[in-house]
């Protein structure tokens, strides 16, 4: 932090110059400043819906309800719930990360099944068709299977979530030489440019009036970026406001290929 302060006599205007104050802004501050705003938006965060909870669990359990009203106040009461166990999940998750205490199990992972696996998962609960565009034959990754799987989970979330208008997200897994892609795209809200240096940060959410009404955290992509980084990958993304984003994850491949053209997988 710098600043400049006028020295001398101002009210004879007898200046006498400037003095220059430099001030380290000490690694402590900015500790503080975040578990300050941690504090904030999970107290927030976790509030809203437990509020919401008990309000509801008040009702059903004080008033005379019509099964009706009866079913949908226990569909809410679920909803929010969920919402509290995937925010405290996540926290948890990135904490972990973060610390350095998450613990990788790396092993040879076909990316291609994983991809058909998430994908037939989020079939069975959404209106947006997913169309994969995989390999049939196995593509190797060294990754943790758990967490390449939170990759792709939390991607595919955030393009359905992200294109309400839309009715069909694409996930392609392709192979260029000992990389392997995966790529999400999306033909949704877009990602403001104001917004795409900070999209990786830990809760930060795009404050645009489009997406006011969609529900998030801000640590999916925080968390994306995490596991990436632990598996020596590299994750990028390209979005046209109004159009659609791609976002593409690059991992090594876990083969080499044998003398006689075919291919083996290496183990630790
Ligand atoms: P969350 O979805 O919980 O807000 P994320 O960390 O997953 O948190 O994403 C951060 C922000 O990036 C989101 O708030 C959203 O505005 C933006 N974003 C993420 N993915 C997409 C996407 N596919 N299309 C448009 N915006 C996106």
Redesign the pocket.
């Known amino acids: 932090e710098l600043y400049a302060t006028l020295v001398g006599d101002k009210k004879n205007r007898q200046e006498q110059g400037y003095l220059f104050v430099f001030r380290d802004r000490t690694e402590e501050e900015k500790v503080d400043e975040m578990k300050n705003e941690f504090i904030s938006i999970v107290s927030h965060e976790l509030r809203t819906p437990l509020a919401s909870v008990l309000g509801f669990i008040e009702i059903l359990l004080h008033r005379k309800l019509t099964a009706d009203k009866q079913q949908r106040y226990l569909e809410t009461i679920y909803k929010e719930a969920h919402r509290l166990s995937t925010l405290i999940n996540d926290f948890l998750d990135l904490q972990r990360m973060e610390s350095g205490k998450q613990v990788y199990h790396f092993t040879p992972v076909d990316l291609a099944g994983v991809v058909r696996d998430v994908a037939d998962q989020w079939k069975e609960k959404h209106s947006h068709a997913i169309l994969v565009d995989a390999p049939d034959a196995e593509v190797w990754v060294r990754a943790d299977s758990d967490r390449l799987k939170q990759i792709v989970h ?1 991607l595919l979330s ?2 359905i ?2 294109s309400p208008q839309a009715d069909r997200v694409d996930i392609a897994v392709r192979q260029e030489n000992e990389r392997i892609k995966l790529l999400v795209t ?1 033909y ?4 403001p440019e104001e ?1 795409r240096g900070k ?1 990786f940060s830990k809760f ?3 404050d645009n009036s489009d ?1 006011r009404q969609i529900g ?7 968390i994306v970026k995490e596991i990436v980084d632990a598996h020596q990958g590299a994750i990028s993304f390209d ?1 046209v406001m109004g159009e659609g ?1 791609t ?1 593409s994850v690059e991992l090594d491949s876990y083969t080499v290929p044998h003398a006689d053209g075919s291919i083996i997988v290496l183990e630790d």
């Open positions: 939390n955030n393009a979530k992200y999306d949704g809200l877009g990602i917004s999209l930060y959410r795009v997406r998030g955290t801000g640590l999916g992509l925080a979005s984003t976002f």
